[in-house]
């Protein structure tokens, strides 16, 4: 009973966690209609540094908070957990607190640093309004996390799942009604707009807020009666031990989790001036920022989700292995991980960069659209290297060698600050790119290396179905270009209408091209089951 519990939560949350995704997305192609590039630009300045501190305040404390509640939970202590989760509620809304008025205070120099008021972009002062509007939901949402944490290690999915559900609504909602009643009812400036749009972070917290509170309400006799039955052996465990283990628990989740945002801050600081050095106008290297962090970025994170969400369910299962010693069951899992990891991300890569100019061109307008889809173009491979380094960096983890993710994480950042200024002088807006593509497959190479001196690993075997997936992926691209060229004859390509016209076609045709090939040829049984052995047949 408390198995299938278990499994149904999990899958509740797998849910709500990929429409909370997806729906964080999708938000972002009626932005870009109404804000345009620099606006994405002005969102990105406040919400970046707003990720990296709500991390940093958190510390990956409400994981952790779940696996520690779970752990005493599972001997009968549910006073301890208790316990933790009323300090970890005045810990958390401290950190909040402070991590708030850090941002509050520090935004006018960290505009000042992003933003040159050269009169043709952004202005200090508007990125300073948003980012001090983004801050306050630093007040809210590490409390919040740690109550899901809480329900967690009972092993309760549902209030999680629902608010995080509730908090996507609130958040995206408010961001385009804002948003359009600013711009197109009252007239309102581009910086009071997004200001507005960044703030939309803290009325999602509040909305994901109540509904934990109502549960809580609702569960609250029941938890303190378990509390009130609680069986201990010894003496109470002392507060300074409970956070030495939670933070031994958390750092590790934390650090991984950061990869992202950490590169994205070092272009935030980095990008916009060295594209200045190289010959562009202020509001040039703006809008080119907005493609290259928010649009382009947003596209990459859809294949990635898909992959990850799929994978990432195997690493309990390779925890489990490890812990057993079962060697071969858990590299036959990892090997699992990294066939779907293939078998998605790679057509996806390949499809994006060959369609880069109509998919920009459909999702975000025909505003930028050449420059957009350069980008889009040279981001693409970024798709394979996120889903690599995510999920390498999470078998590491279900292995114990934390230290080996982290080690990983900041080998691939030394790479990234190292690089992402001078490329950008020497070759402009593709620098950044391959600052971010070389940073996270150096990181990649050194988690596989790491993996295979812990559990001889051959990665010899990935030969076959990559070759596979690299045929088939060609065969796919061939085609596409075909049709896509095609259609550049058939179809107006200076209006938007002519763009959806050639993508539509062009995905249809590597689509179902992928797939009858992967099925063909054996490739999607051996990734995704025998459900597809009628078919090959």
Known sequence: MAESKLVRGTMMLTGATLFSRLLGLLYIFPFTLMVGQQGNALYSYGYLPYTLLLSLS????PMAVSKFVAKYHAVGDYETGHRLFRSALIVMGITGVISFLLLFLLAPQIAAQVVADDGTGNRPEDATFVIRMVSVALIIIPI???????????????????????????????????????????????????????????????????????????????????????????????????????????????FVGLAIPLYQLIDMFTYSSALETYGFTGQEAESAFGIFARTSHSVILIPVAVATAMSVNIIPAITRSNTSGNR??????????????????????????????????????????????????????????????AVTAAMLQGMNKQKQAIMGLVIGLVIKLSLTYILTVLFGVGGAIVATLLGYSTAIVYNVVSIRKATNYEVNQLKRPALKVALITIVMVVAVAIVQAGGQHVFDASTQLGMVSILAFGVVTGGLLYFVLAVRTGLAADVLG????????
């Open 144 to 254: 919040m996390a740690v109550i899901r944490g809480y329900f967690q290690g009972f092993q309760s999915m549902g209030p999680t799942a629902i608010s995080q559900v509730v908090e996507q609504i609130f958040r995206v909602g408010f961001i385009l009604v804002a948003t359009f009643l600013i711009l197109q009812v009252g007239n309102g400036s581009l910086g009071t707009a997004v200001g507005f749009a960044t703030f939309g972070a803290f009325i999602g917290g509040l909305g994901s807020f109540l509904v934990l509170y109502y549960f809580w309400r609702k569960r609250k006799a029941g938890i303190h009666q378990l509390v009130s039955e609680t069986k201990r052996q010894g003496e109470p465990l002392p507060l300074g031990g409970m956070y030495k283990e939670l933070i031994r628990y958390a750092l590790p989740l934390s």
């Open 58 to 61: 958190t510390l990956g404390i």
């Open 328 to 389: 071969d069951e858990m590299n036959a899992y990892m090997t699992k991980c990294f066939y779907i990891i293939l078998f998605f991300t790679v057509p996806a890569m390949a499809g994006l960069m060959i369609l880069s100019t109509p998919a920009f061109a459909t999702l975000f307008g025909m505003d930028d659209y050449i420059l957009g889809g350069q980008i889009l173009q040279m981001y693409a491979p970024a798709a394979v290297l996120f889903s690599l380094f």
């Open 530 to 537: 025998d459900r597809f052995t009628l078919l090959r047949k």
